[in-house]
């Protein structure tokens, strides 16, 4: 018999995308027992949906797919644009260098899923010159990624950031700069939650 010639195809992705951002911070000390930091950033980007291939590698500079895996059929792939601005202010007051206390607070909007307020505190105690105390608060975000919004199979364009609040207290003890203690407690919280799940359809 004839055995005919296989060719092994690589499964290749790519991707391409474009960021053009302006940021500013100022940082301002009117007296010596407070400082403050405000800035903003702005934000456009363009992002192209991952392409899968099979056979010769993907050019990445092109939304053309010559052999989409797994039709092997020529396709184009999306693109998709998005805008930010981001605004944030910080604080610190001191107090005779005995407590110092940390505000912040911070403002994203995004094109893709809305807008985020995000607080923290933080209150510092110097109790003397061995011992130290710590209460915080704060929270964070993960926006969610292009292919958790808009894959094909799997893509929810009504997912939130996923959030998580972080409370924490800490004690401290230190000699002479030759042995150090720290007792820390902390609880973490995780507010909407991005994970894969079956799709009922």
Do not use: C
Not at 6 to 31: C, I, M, W
Not at 65 to 79: A, L, R, W
Not at 123 to 136: E, R
């Amino acid at each position: 018999g004839i055995n005919a010639e296989v060719y092994d195809k690589k499964k290749g992705y790519s991707g391409d995308g474009y960021l053009t951002r302006l940021e500013q911070q100022f940082n301002l000390s009117v007296k010596d027992w407070n400082r403050t930091v405000f800035g903003f950033h702005i934000e456009n980007q363009i992002r192209q949906y991952f392409g899968i291939s099979l056979g010769p590698q993907q050019d990445a500079s092109s939304t053309i797919v010559g052999s989409n895996y797994t039709s092997e059929e020529e396709s184009i792939q999306p693109m998709y644009f998005s805008n930010s601005v981001g605004l944030y202010l910080h604080d610190e007051v001191n107090w005779k260098d005995k407590l110092k206390l940390t505000g912040g607070l911070r403002y994203d909007y995004d094109s893709d899923y809305g807008n985020v307020l995000i607080p923290r505190l933080a209150l510092v105690s110097t109790l003397s010159d061995k011992f130290h105390a710590k209460i915080l608060y704060g929270q964070a975000f993960r926006a969610p990624t292009i292919f958790e919004l808009f894959d094909e199979w799997r893509g929810n364009t009504n997912l939130q950031p996923q959030r998580i609040g972080t409370s924490e207290i800490e004690f401290g003890y230190r000699k002479e700069n030759k042995m150090g203690i720290r007792a820390n407690l902390f609880y973490n919280q995780v507010y909407s939650m991005i994970i894969e799940a079956p799709n009922p359809d």
